[in-house]
Every structure is written in structure tokens, then in C-alpha cells.
């Protein structure tokens, strides 16, 4: 089968399943109430995992499908900051203990976008109400266009160790089309910055299939981000979801690569990473050898959370901020999207959760299977189901959907052990889709597989 007819034939809207089952599913069911009870039992020796949201941004980007807002003024900021303080404040009396802390990741949005007193004043409250351990990873999200030395110095200061840059594309008719206008100087200089205060691990953000980019334009941009010798990248597909995201409409269809096109540029990008020595983690992500991401994929210790791709095994994490989602041994949370009812069910004392989903035993078990596809791009069905004292069978609607990608020459098939080759891995979010029972069921419309 050629290379067009696969990604005609697997070129579906699927999840990419940072979460199984994924956010559409979620529902009202999961309440304040439901929601406190899953913190108070949180066992004594579990580490958690923190994530912050802060949805707002200095200028929007056309391409960005996150939870964000355009803020040009201090005071929503530091209101922001405040509220965030005080629901750290009621997850902590929810647990009711002082639990140990391993991760913590800063997302937006733009999360620098709040001043560094602002920043600080958030990361004291966690230190108080949370055993944030000495050598926890501490992340955060930056948009080098907006970080100012003092931003710089703060993020310094409260201990970050992982900065991750947007860097999306080099080329400037690309940057216009997408309203990001970010040169390379600019991201070296912050770069160079960030390393000069000891925030030593850089994350590079690229995105292929946007508007007007071209596959060598692509292959530059990769070039030009390898010159700044960052120890990750995470390079993702435009997602074009305008019905969902309305701003995206703002981009016009036909300026869109088409999905062979997309197919090109992946491919581009990918030889271009691994040829400069870059190992290949998971999907979309890649990484130095000597890095602490490469080394957890090669020992099988990869994981994959709302973030992407992660060293963090914690069995959970809470997600702070308007629309975060976290994920608990009961199952899913997420917090009300707008900052509005957000800030208001926190004022009144109550868990500001708007929705969730309660994992069953059979979730639990189809959520490692989709986790070890997406993480090692294998996964032995009779393994997976032992460990959760399940029968291997119960997993077996996935079967035809498999056969069919083991005829295309996607991966390998023996009835139970499941490996992509290597011309199956840019279509493992289809492998994965065989086991999501909910798929079908859903109304929702994903981005493409590719
Ligand atoms: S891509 Fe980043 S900076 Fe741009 S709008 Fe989205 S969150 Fe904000």
C-alpha cells in the first residue's frame, strides 16, 4: 500500500490520548463532592504531581488551540494569582495531609505572563501546603516574546529546571499567517538567558502543517532550532479544529497543507532531529540520548499525560487553575474552563470542579494498554491484563481493527503482543483507537492522526 493510500485510509480524526477516556467524554457526574472525597483518600505514600493553568496571553496566535484569553492589564493577573493561592489553600484541606510533590508544571497559556512576586507568592503557597521534595522537576511553558530578565530571574529563583519555548516556525510569512512574529534571535537570546540563570533543560515547541509551510521550510526551521542545542523537542501537527476554536477560521482552508503534504513535513522534521542525533520518543517528542526523557523511554519508564510526553510516574496529578484537569486514582477532574465560574466557586469555599469522569476497572485497564501503545509502540495484551487480574479477551474487539493495520504493514500482530513497525509509527494514535471503547460513542471530532 503507498504511503497516499494509508494516509487516506488512516488520516481519521482520533485523540491523541494524553488521557484515556479522553476530556469529551467527561461528564457532570463527577462533583466538588465527588471530587473531595477522591483527594481525602489519596494514599499516605503516593507522590503527586502539580499542574498550573494560567489562560492568558499577551497577543493571540491563530494556530492555538488552548485555554486561553488576551490580557493587556496587571490587576486580572494578580487576581488570578490570588484565586490560584486560595484553591491551593482548598485541594490541601481536601487531602487533609502533607503529601510529597515530584513534578511541577506550569502551562497555559503563558504562564510568565503573570508578574514574578505574582509567580513566587503561588510556588511559597505550594512549599507551605504541599512536601514539594528537593530535586522535584519544576516546569514551565514560556513565550520567549514576552519574557522579560526579570521574568528571567524569577523563574530562577522559585527553582525552575524545565523551560519549555513555543517556537512553532522560523519562517516570517509563516509567523504572519499564523500572528507570531518571532525571530531566531530573539529565541537564542532568551535561550541563552534561561541557561546563563541555571534553568539547564530547554524544551523546544515546533509545529508542522500550519499555514504556508512548505517541507524545506520546515527542514529550516529544525535547522535553525538545532543551532540552539535544546535537550528536547516536541514537535506536534496543527490541529485545524475552527468549529471548536474560533479563531482558527482566521486561517483559510485552502493556505493548509494537505495530508500528504503534513505526512512530508513530519517525515522532514523527524529525519532531521534523528539525524542530528536526536532519539525518537513516542509520537512527537524527541530527545539528547543523554536526557532524562531518552533514558525513560529506553528503560520502559516513558509516561504519557495532558502534558505529552513524561518522566513523571506519579500516580497523581492535580490540576490547579480555570479548565486544568487532573487525573486521581478515583479517576478524572476538571475545573470550570471560564475564569469567571472558576473564581467564583473557589470564593465560595468549594472545589471549583465542573466535570469528570469515574474510572472503572475495565477504563483502567484499556487506559495502560492505550498508554503503553502511544509511550513504547508496543504492548502485550496477556502482560497488561495480568497486571490488572483481567482476561486478555475482554480487550479483543480491538482485533479487527488491528488485523487490518497488520495487513497494511503497520505493526505486528500475534493475537496478543501488539509492535508497530517502523512505517506503522506516524499512525500509532489508529493503533491506539482500536482499544478506546468510547470512540464511537463520542460526538466529539479530533484533530487529524497525522
Ligand atoms: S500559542 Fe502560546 S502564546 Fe500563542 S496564544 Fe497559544 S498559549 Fe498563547
Redesign the pocket.
Known amino acids: 500500500m503507498t504511503v497516499a493510500s494509508l494516509i487516506a485510509k488512516y488520516d481519521q480524526r482520533v485523540p491523541r490520548y494524553t488521557s484515556y477516556p479522553t476530556a469529551p467524554h467527561f461528564s457532570a457526574g463527577v462533583t466538588p463532592d465527588v471530587h473531595a472525597a477522591w483527594l481525602g483518600s489519596l494514599p499516605d505514600d503516593g507522590a503527586l504531581s502539580l499542574y498550573l493553568h494560567v489562560p492568558f496571553?499577551a497577543s493571540?496566535?491563530l494556530f492555538?488551540a488552548?485555554h486561553?484569553t488576551v490580557v493587556h492589564r496587571l490587576e486580572p493577573l494578580v487576581a488570578y494569582g490570588k484565586t490560584l493561592e486560595a484553591e491551593i489553600a482548598l485541594v490541601a484541606d481536601a487531602i487533609g495531609r502533607t503529601l510529597p510533590v515530584r513534578h511541577i508544571h506550569w502551562g497555559?497559556?503563558?504562564p510568565t505572563i503573570l508578574p514574578p512576586a505574582v509567580m513566587h507568592a503561588i510556588m511559597q503557597r505550594l512549599r507551605t501546603r504541599f512536601a514539594v521534595q528537593p530535586d522535584a522537576e519544576i516546569a514551565v511553558e514560556i513565550?520567549p516574546r514576552t519574557l522579560s530578565d526579570e521574568g528571567i530571574d524569577g523563574l530562577a529563583r522559585m527553582g525552575t529546571t524545565r523551560a519549555s519555548l513555543?517556537v512553532q516556525d522560523f519562517e516570517p510569512s509563516v509567523q504572519q499567517a499564523i500572528n507570531?512574529d518571532q525571530s531566531l534571535e530573539l529565541t537564542a537570546s532568551c535561550t541563552a538567558k534561561l541557561r546563563a540563570a541555571g534553568i539547564g533543560s530547554i524544551n523546544l515547541d515546533l509545529i508542522y502543517g500550519l499555514p504556508r509551510q512548505t517541507t524545506p521550510g520546515v527542514i529550516d526551521t529544525v535547522t535553525q532550532a538545532l543551532s540552539l542545542a535544546p535537550d528536547r523537542a516536541a514537535v506536534f501537527g496543527y490541529a485545524h479544529v475552527p468549529w471548536m476554536k474560533k479563531h482558527q477560521a482566521l486561517i483559510p482552508e485552502a493556505s493548509l497543507p494537505g495530508p500528504q503534504e503534513r505526512f512530508a513535513q513530519r517525515q522532514a522534521v523527524e529525519d532531521t532531529l534523528t539525524g542530528d542525533g536526536y532519539q525518537a520518543i513516542g509520537l512527537d517528542h524527541f530527545a539528547r540520548p543523554g536526557d532524562s526523557l531518552a533514558i525513560a523511554a529506553a528503560e520502559g519508564r516513558l509516561r504519557r499525560n495532558f502534558q505529552g510526553y513524561t518522566t513523571d510516574d506519579a500516580p497523581t496529578l492535580l490540576g490547579l487553575g480555570a479548565s486544568s484537569i487532573g487525573a486521581l486514582p478515583g479517576g478524572y477532574v476538571q475545573n470550570h474552563a471560564g475564569v469567571p465560574a472558576w473564581r467564583n466557586a473557589v470564593r465560595a469555599g468549594s472545589l471549583p470542579t465542573a466535570r469528570g469522569f469515574a474510572l472503572s476497572d475495565a477504563d483502567r485497564l484499556r487506559r495502560h494498554v492505550i498508554e503503553q501503545v502511544m509511550c513504547h509502540m508496543a504492548v502485550d495484551l496477556r502482560v497488561a491484563a495480568a497486571r490488572f487480574g483481567a482476561d486478555p479477551a475482554s480487550l479483543m474487539d480491538a482485533a479487527p481493527a488491528l488485523q487490518t493495520m497488520q495487513r497494511d504493514g503497520l505493526l505486528t500482530w500475534n493475537g496478543y503482543a501488539l509492535h508497530m513497525t517502523p512505517k506503522g509509527r506516524p499512525f500509532v494514535r489508529a493503533a491506539a483507537a482500536a482499544f478506546d471503547s468510547y470512540l464511537q460513542a463520542g460526538a466529539a471530532r479530533h484533530s487529524a492522526a497525522i
Request: glycine share 24%.
Open positions: 496571553c493571540l496566535c492555538c488552548c486561553t497555559g497559556g503563558t513565550d513555543g507570531r
